[in-house]
């Protein structure tokens, strides 16, 4: 069964950084594509970045220049640099897997604020 893991949340202030981590059960190799989505309070979970199997990344407007998405294989991670952060950056961020189905972790919060 697949699982994943999330890390690396916590309160920023404006314009700081964090890096969140998702560490996958099984190699993330076997995965059609990984994701970071995020939900604020009051919101629906929007599409952060993704990153295929074959290491094609995409960003939503919000957040390009600012964040990036990577991976490394041998660790069964994907991480999410996040840089500049803003207060409207505040929300849960959870990791997603597509395979045959899709796949979520339990989500790490990010709060920015001074």
């Known amino acids: 069964q697949v699982q994943l893991v999330e890390s690396g949340g916590g309160l920023v202030q404006p314009g700081g950084s964090l890096r969140l981590s998702c560490v996958a059960s099984?190699?993330?190799?076997?995965?059609?594509?990984m994701a970071w989505y995020r939900q604020a309070p009051g919101g629906e979970r929007e599409l952060v970045a993704t990153?295929?199997?074959?290491?094609?990344?995409n960003y939503a407007d919000s957040v390009k220049g600012r964040f990036t998405i990577s991976r490394t294989i041998g660790r069964n991670t994907v991480w999410l640099q996040m840089n500049s952060l803003k207060p409207e950056d505040t929300a849960v961020y959870y990791c997603?897997?597509?395979?045959?189905?899709?796949?979520w972790g339990q989500g790490t919060q990010v709060t920015v604020s001074s």
């Open positions: 990153i295929t199997s074959g290491g094609s990344t």
């Open positions: 997603n897997a597509v395979l045959a189905g899709s796949y």
């Open positions: 099984v190699s993330i190799f076997s995965f059609n594509a």
